[in-house]
């Protein structure tokens, strides 16, 4: 009985010392972070049967518990994750709200201190001190922008250096868990009894290292740890670990990316959204969601406010009389492509700004769209909608009509953008999205050939792809640019891509770094107008004209115009009105209709961006015509009918196709085309190298097809034969809407000659490189008022406009219409109030005018006290410039403000939410788990009675074993 005894007591003694010893252990590491609670597990040992019934056995521990709550401590790393990464963000980010929201480092103040000084300069623009302050406000403005960006791209630089360092610490975590993890492999391999301080170890690094990148843990069958980040990506299964890799971007590499590193040693890069969670994640979610759009957004300001600045500030005359030049240093994208390519590509990226002219003209064969910035045509397309310069160009309602015209501004306001032709006669409304600068994002993009022939932009702010196609780089490119605008501009290609090459497309990153001033002498600043007008002083009408103002200052010649030989003076008379005309190195301002220029054999001709060199002996009164509807936009020898040159321009010389004999016309036939009794509706014709006969074409207006009919109608007749008959040429139109004439003979001798109708000396007139493309009036033009008349039945109207000038006249809220000047007698008809714009300028003339009454617009040579271009330049604060014209440059900048401060609230209200989530997580946690000194205290207490009764016991055993010994003495 006494053994019996002594073993329960013994076995109480065990239990008790080991709940003293667990007790101790709990209140020694009641301060070491990540300690769980560990409580002792017991049980009765098995009894034995007696005759009287069961007897106890005694205890038995069986195992030393850890007190650990999975669930609670997957809700804690969780937030704790989240507050980690909010944490970061938020420590950023406050950074960049200081920095763009401080009253006077901000870019605010700037530019509002640029403004206020051209405001002060434009009050007195002939003062070189109030000049000079306006250079030094821009200086400042030029070092604000240069100073955001570079404590921008400081804050990038911090940013990717911690990148670096929270690689380095991710890695050095695996590899203290996987250390950890083969402790408690060999620990746990001669039992089951858990290793729980390694546990507690092992989750203690598991949840710093939980707090760098959010990872998920999976617990494998021998109890080590497998761990993953992202979708599933390793960063150690078993015994294998992963490393995270910092890796440069693919074109940028100053910036880096996240890579992981297999163990054969192969870097594979992680998309940035998959890396969530922890200060890796707040500073790569930083990074991508308010620095890269911070910093486009100042550089989008900086390039709208550089190029808006230098359009309006070109347009000015300075204070020598010359025209304005850039005042800010023009802003060039970026395009980085990547090291790896193996292409011969080379992308870059632009900014065009233009006025759009868009016609429907059937005999073209649909919508041909003109870049008014330099006069050139873009294409014809069959449908709409189509995208020219970044720009997308669609039909909202109804349907055109042949000739209708259209004119597009997209830098206007979104309602006033396409402005219908009064002369339309169709259904259709057009559509347009705003201009470059308008629509031009704060994102980056990326340029990728991902297979033969076709493209891939991703658009990286928010992750967004187009494609495109086509039967070659350029047409795929093209699609593309179709399918992805409009994104603010447009790419060019030059050379071929490899499949995988790809460029990284920054159209606004480095604006606020690049924007510079160009103008550094305060007499260059153009404040002044470069036109002056003014009513006559003899009016006798109350009519008043506007002070006009200068849109563009480089139109080409818009109409065909003719001048004529005149041998008393050895002169060229007939050019323009208000033009300069270049001859050699000479400048002849035209003052009258009857300027003479005088002749040079062979020197070039330059007027309004067209050129010419005549040659040989002209004879009084032979007429050479300019024409600006080919490319080199010049005809050949013109004729005194001009017939000739606008239907054929300079045509090729005659070739054989096949065994016949062709001429092709240098002309592209426009929609609509008037033919006028003696004016143009004469040319000559030779066949075969036979005489030369006039063709004459019936008065009236032609689309090209049936112009085409009357043409070969009128070689007929001059001819006297018919196609397919001897001696008869046909008629064609090419792709190109061209006059192609063909000769019925067959043979070697087969050829055609087109010529002039009237010229009689031996004058060639051939296309010259023009030197110079100034529209701007180099003397003065006078507009005379004449009244209606009853016979002939003429309107009110203005006569005295250039020759070869198109005019559009806008009535007040009304459509505009367009007159083409084609000689001196052409007029335009007078309306109060209406706009009258051509060769660039617009103004007006409102009230009664007078039979005789003269208007004058000319240049201004003396307006060192003129304010009018400052005046609009002025105008460009207040102007809707950005975010699809609804922002002034002050507005986006108070955008971009308002977005950082409200996400950094965003952030600061989320990451107190999450690090309360998990404080109370914690607390949740360390009720169950954490070490209670008092608690702990009291077990202790228990314990020790335990122990001293079990001892107690042992002692009564030994003495009823010694009273069992003394019986047997």
């Given amino acids: 009985m006494g053994s019996g005894l002594l073993n329960v007591s013994v076995s109480g003694l065990n239990a008790a010392q080991m709940g003293i010893l667990t007790t101790s252990h709990n209140i020694a590491n009641a301060s070491t972070p990540g300690f769980n609670r560990q409580t002792i597990s017991q049980s009765t040992n098995t009894p034995v049967l007696t005759g009287a019934g069961f007897l106890g056995q005694g205890t038995n521990v069986d195992t030393v518990r850890r007190v650990y709550n999975d669930f609670l401590a997957g809700q804690v790393l969780n937030a704790q994750t989240n507050a980690a990464e909010l944490e970061t963000y938020a420590n950023q980010i406050a950074q960049i ?31 070189i001190p109030a000049r000079q302050a306006m250079l030094s406000a821009g200086q400042g403005l030029v070092a604000r922008f240069q100073g955001l960006d570079q404590q921008l791209e400081d804050m990038r630089s911090g940013v990717n250096t911690q990148v670096r360092s929270e690689v380095t610490t991710i890695n050095s975590y695996i590899a203290q868990i996987a250390d950890v993890n083969q402790r408690i492999i060999v620990a746990q391999a001669g039992g089951s009894q858990p290793a729980n301080d390694l546990f507690d170890q092992r989750d203690k690094l598991v949840s710093d290292l939980n707090k760098e990148i959010r990872i998920t843990t999976h617990v494998e069958t021998d109890g080590s740890y497998s761990v993953f980040f992202g979708s599933g990506q390793p960063l150690m299964v078993g015994s294998q670990i992963y490393q995270l890799q910092a890796i440069p971007d693919r074109e940028d590499t100053t910036n880096f990316q996240i890579g992981l590193l297999s163990p054969a040693g192969n870097a594979e890069v992680i998309p940035e959204s998959l890396i969530t969670g922890g200060n890796l994640g707040g500073l790569l979610n930083f990074r991508t969601g308010t620095l890269d759009p911070a910093q486009n957004s100042i550089g989008r300001i900086a390039f709208a406010v550089a190029t808006k600045f230098n359009a309006q500030h070109s347009l000015g005359q300075d204070l020598t009389g010359d025209m304005g030049g850039n005042f800010f ?11 790896t390519n193996i292409g011969t590509g080379i992308l870059t990226a632009n900014v065009i700004s233009s006025d759009y002219s868009l016609s429907y003209d059937q005999g073209l064969g649909g919508y041909a769209i003109t870049r008014l910035a330099d006069d050139q045509m873009l294409g014809v397309f069959s449908d709409l909608p189509q995208v020219v310069d970044g720009i997308r160009f669609s039909l909202s309602s109804g349907a055109p009509a042949n000739g209708d015209v259209f004119l597009v501004r997209p830098d206007a306001p979104p309602m006033d953008r396409v402005i219908s032709f009064a002369t339309n006669t169709g259904s259709a409304t057009l559509a347009s999205t705003g201009s470059n600068i308008q629509t031009m994002t ?5 340029l990728t050939l991902t297979g033969v022939n076709s493209f891939t932009l991703e658009r990286i702010s928010d992750h967004q792809f187009w494609k495109g196609v086509g039967s070659d780089q350029a047409e795929a490119l093209v699609d593309l640019m179709t399918n992805a605008a409009p994104q603010g501009f447009d790419l060019e290609l030059s050379g071929a891509m490899q499949i995988n090459d790809s460029f990284l497309v920054r159209p606004t990153r480095h604006g606020a770094r ?20 003014s009513a006559g002083l003899s009016n006798a009408g109350t009519a008043a004209i506007s002070a006009g103002v200068v849109d563009d200052t480089s139109v080409r010649q818009a109409a065909p115009f003719s001048v004529v030989y005149e041998a008393a003076s050895n002169s060229l008379v007939g050019f323009p009105v208000g033009s300069l005309v270049q001859v050699g190195a000479i400048r002849y301002p035209i003052t009258t209709a009857t300027t003479r220029v005088p002749y040079a054999p062979g020197l070039s001709i330059n007027i309004n961006g067209l050129a010419a060199t ?3 002996i002209p004879q009084d009164g032979d007429v050479f015509t300019f ?11 013109g004729v005194g009918n001009t017939g000739f040159a606008t239907l054929f321009g300079m045509p090729s010389p005659s070739t054989l196709a096949g065994p016949q ?46 112009l085409l009919t009357a043409v070969q109608t009128a070689l007929n007749t001059a001819l006297g034969a018919a196609p397919p008959a001897a001696g008869s040429a046909t008629v064609s139109l090419n792709s190109s809407n061209q006059l192609v004439v063909i000769s019925t003979t067959v043979g070697a001798g087969s050829a055609v000659a087109l010529s002039s109708a009237s010229n009689l000396g031996t004058g060639l007139m051939v296309s010259a490189l023009a030197l110079t493309n100034s529209s701007l009036p180099a003397a003065p033009i006078t507009l005379t008022y004449r009244q209606a008349t009853t016979v002939p039945v003429l309107p009110d109207r203005l006569v005295g406009f250039p020759v070869g000038s198109m005019v559009t006249v806008t009535p007040s809220g009304g ?17 109060s109030g209406s706009e009258l714009a051509f060769n660039g300028l617009r103004f007006s003339i409102s009230g009664p005018a007078v039979e005789g009454d003269l208007f004058t617009v000319g240049p201004n040579p003396s307006g060192v006290s003129d304010n009018r271009n400052a005046g609009l330049l002025g105008a460009l604060q207040t102007s809707n410039a950005m975010t699809d014209g609804t922002a002034t440059f002050q507005a986006a900048y108070s955008q971009v403000v308002s977005q950082v401060g409200n996400k950094s609230r965003e952030v600061e209200v989320t990451m107190t939410a999450q690090q309360n989530l998990a404080k109370q997580g914690q607390d949740a946690i360390q009720s169950q788990s954490g070490v209670n000194l008092d608690e702990e205290a009291a077990n202790l207490l228990r314990f020790q009675q335990a122990y001293q009764a079990a001892a107690k016991i042992i002692n009564v055993s030994s003495k009823l074993f010694d009273e069992l010994l003394s019986l047997g003495r």
């Fill in 614 to 616: 005549i040659t040989g």
């Fill in 442 to 446: 704060a994102s980056d993009y990326r």
């Fill in 815 to 831: 459509r505009p219409t367009t007159y083409t000047i084609g000689q001196t007698t052409d007029y335009v008809p007078y309306t």
């Fill in 97 to 127: 709200d200081n920095l763009l929201a401080d009253p006077s480092a901000g870019l605010s103040p700037a530019l509002q201190g640029f403004f206020k000084a051209l405001d002060e300069a434009a009050a007195n623009p002939s003062s």
């Fill in 329 to 339: 240093d023009p802003i060039q994208l970026s395009t980085l492509g990547a090291p």
């Fill in 627 to 637: 024409s600006p509807n080919i490319t080199p936009p010049i005809a050949p020898p």
């Fill in 661 to 706: 004999g062709v001429a092709t016309a240098g002309v592209t036939l426009p929609a609509s085309f008037t033919v006028a009794a003696g004016n143009n509706d004469q040319f000559n014709i030779a066949l075969d190298g036979g005489a030369a006969v006039t063709a004459t074409i019936l008065p009236g207006t032609y689309t090209p097809a049936t």
């Fill in 514 to 533: 690049d924007i510079a001033l160009a103008t550094t002498d305060p007499r260059d600043i153009a404040l002044a107008a470069p036109i002056r007008t």
